[in-house]
């Protein structure tokens, strides 16, 4: 049982993993799964926001009383957060957005022999880069109070650098309010009803969550998201 400390509040969440077409037939995606977002829209919801879900690739039954905007890949997430932004009080970019997209498209499906002349040779895909919608948001809101901006960064660490460290330099760099970091791999966080994060703050220590289901680490982020937002 929770305090409806969200009433009035508008909760943009984004949720899921972009996928960028190849062709027809072929995407370049992710392994997220839209659990953590989706918990996150329902617990704002439960917790008494308005909620709305732009939700990419996500196959979860819609969680009561939220509202979800489809797209599939990142050029549609930034165009449907975007036109949402001025609605929302709160942004929480939860959604796994592919940072490259084909330079591309094939309108027909990619032949396995595709250079006639070399019937072995494997295509090069050529990559753009993707906008991060996630700074731009916070070079739109500028100085202003709202909204509250969320990021999240799934980070696999390496040898010369802690998770935590990279969502530190990450947290500087994006201008986010919160960033919640967590560590993921094959088996770790992605399509898991749990997970372990460290919600990092502008001001003050991080706050760390979990091992626990991703509705108690819903919790957690509304719970350090609520001061922020006056
Ligand atoms: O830099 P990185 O991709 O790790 O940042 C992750 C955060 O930025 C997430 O909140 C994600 O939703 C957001 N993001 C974005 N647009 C991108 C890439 C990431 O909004 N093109």
Known sequence: QQEPDYTGWHVLISAGGTREPLDPVRFL???????????????????GALV???????????????????VGTALEMQAAVEAQVGWADLVIMAAAVADFRPAAYAGSKIKKTHDPADPDAAPVIELVRNPDILAGLVQA??????????GFAAETGDADH???????????????????????GVDKTFGSDENTVHILRKVGAPVAAGPAGKDVIAD???DAARPLMG
């Open 141 to 150: 809101r500028g100085p202003a109070p709202r909204p509250v901006i969320v």
């Open 220 to 222: 957690a982020i509304l």
């Open 162 to 184: 802690s998770v935590l460290r990279l969502g530190e330099e990450k947290l500087a760099r994006k201008g986010c309010d919160l960033l919640v970091v967590n560590e993921v």
């Open 29 to 47: 995606g992710n392994r997220s799964s839209g659990k953590q977002g989706f918990a996150l829209a329902a617990r704002a919801a439960a917790r």
């Open 52 to 70: 709305k879900v732009v939700s990419a690739n996500v196959s979860l039954p819609v969680p009561e009383g939220v509202e979800v905007i489809p």
